[in-house]
């Protein structure tokens, strides 16, 4: 079974603070993912990369940054937190290739409150 | 452009009812559906995906779901529900040629009324 995991369930932060969220999975995806889940708004995309130190932006990539040093490794980074990016922040995983259609493998969240 | 919407924000439907939750596309390439499912303070889990061949894909926890091209849908159906599927789903869309994105609609929250 694929495995994402995220380094916090739960997370609160200060406005103005460095936030670093982790994400690691286990079954060599090229492709990771960032999105923010927000009520009646779904999921937006952050960021994602498409392989070891390349990224690419998403539809709301503004007060984020990324880092891939490693295949199984994304790291989403707020570099000065601020309330308004209090949210659920959703990590996947996937295989490029028309077998797997692209489907995306999630972690279980992470909770953040910037006070 | 290519979009993807759910039209139902909410669906309560009563215990061992049916249920059918809409989702339709719009694409001038063809696209990979997923349905996922979300439970309370949990990520997305994926319930069942059309890919290619039979538009009738069956998926976990008796859902399924039928591809119509001609209608650009995708909708999930249960012939009876437990209070267990109270959860929001998603429906996403990937797009051949997309870079491996997928969008997905805004969600639809499923709640079960004993």
């Known amino acids: 079974d694929v495995k994402v995991t995220q380094s916090s369930r739960y997370l609160v932060k200060r406005t103005g603070e460095k936030v670093f969220l982790e994400c690691v999975q286990d079954?060599?995806?090229?492709?990771m993912f960032w999105y923010r889940q927000d009520p009646g708004l779904g999921l937006r995309l952050i960021y994602f990369?498409?392989?070891?130190?390349?990224?690419e932006k998403g539809d709301i990539p503004e007060g984020y940054s990324v880092s891939r040093e490693k295949k199984e490794r994304f790291s989403l980074i707020l570099e000065s937190a601020s309330t308004n990016q209090t949210s659920m922040y959703l990590c996947a995983s996937s295989s490029p290739g028309r077998e797997a259609g692209n489907e995306q493998f999630f972690g279980p969240g992470t909770r953040l409150t910037v006070l | 452009a290519q979009s993807v919407t759910q039209l139902d924000s909410q669906v309560p439907v009563f215990e061992e009812a049916p249920v059918e939750l809409r989702c339709n596309y719009s694409s001038s390439v063809s696209v990979y559906l997923f349905w996922y499912v979300q439970y309370p303070n949990q990520g997305l889990q994926l319930l069942l995906k059309y890919l290619s061949g039979s538009t009738l894909v069956k998926g976990i926890n008796g859902f399924e779901a039928e591809f119509n091209k001609s209608q650009t849908s995708f909708h999930l159906r249960k012939p009876s529900v437990h209070i267990s599927d109270t959860a929001e789903y998603f429906c996403?869309?990937?797009?051949?040629?997309?870079?491996?994105?997928?969008?997905f609609g805004s969600g639809t929250r499923l709640s079960i009324r004993p």
């Open positions: 996403a869309v990937s797009f051949w040629g997309s870079a491996s994105k997928i969008i």
């Open positions: 990369s498409y392989d070891v130190k390349m990224k």
């Open positions: 079954m060599d995806h090229e492709n």
